[in-house]
């Protein structure tokens, strides 16, 4: 499986137009969106049709740039899967995830955060191979230290660790944008607005 995954473009359409090119090029079989893609549920317009009109498919989770509500219209118009809190299999690929933030005017608590990575990888834990998608990068990692004023995630952090997922993908971090880092089993990386390729 290829995937091409991205966060934080804050309702550029010129660059979702040029992510949704990348993912026609690279021919991938999925286009996983970690939320901020909205710049506070204003521009919303052709930000997912760039990709729908590629045949790609998408998955998103909605950022602390846009509401709850804004991701599941924009789901539901488009014909996407929103995976807060719920995840899907491809294959033997599970994905689950988690949005909103531990900052910011869609705030989530940590056992929020927690709790929805928890329950969307009950229907998943039996695949071989698990991704769990995020905003917020976790507590305790290099991203967290790009950035004096947006913490870490515990939540996101305690998943990691009870979880195991083999990848984790998030955003958030500008500055930390394309880290990627080991903690415990678990592959992570900041995939940020130019995106990254992941191949499973």
């Given amino acids: 499986m290829k995937i091409l995954a991205f966060g934080d473009i804050h309702g550029d359409s010129s660059q979702a137009e040029k992510l949704a090119l990348k993912a026609e090029k690279e021919n991938v079989d999925l286009v996983v969106i970690c939320g901020d893609f909205t710049d506070f549920d204003k521009s919303i317009d052709n930000i997912i049709g760039h990709f729908k009109q590629k045949n790609k498919k998408v998955l998103l989770i909605p950022g602390n740039h846009e509401s709850f509500a804004t991701a599941d219209f924009l789901a539901e118009f488009y014909n996407v899967k929103n995976i807060h809190g719920y995840s899907v299999r491809y294959d033997d690929v599970g994905i689950f995830g988690a949005g909103g933030a531990n900052v910011g005017p869609n705030i989530q ?57 083999n990848i984790l993908l998030c955003s958030h971090v500008h500055e ?25």
């Fill in 109 to 165: 608590s940590e056992s929020e955060i927690f709790l929805n990575l928890k329950n969307a990888f009950e229907k998943i834990k039996y695949l071989d191979k698990k991704i769990m998608v995020t905003h917020v990068h976790p507590s305790d990692s290099k991203m967290e230290k790009f950035s004096h004023f947006v913490p870490g995630s515990t939540g996101v952090k305690k998943a990691i660790d009870m979880l195991q997922p």
């Fill in 176 to 200: 930390a944008e394309g880290i990627e880092e080991k903690i415990g089993k678990t592959r992570v990386i900041n995939v940020g607005r130019e995106g990254k390729i992941i191949e499973l």
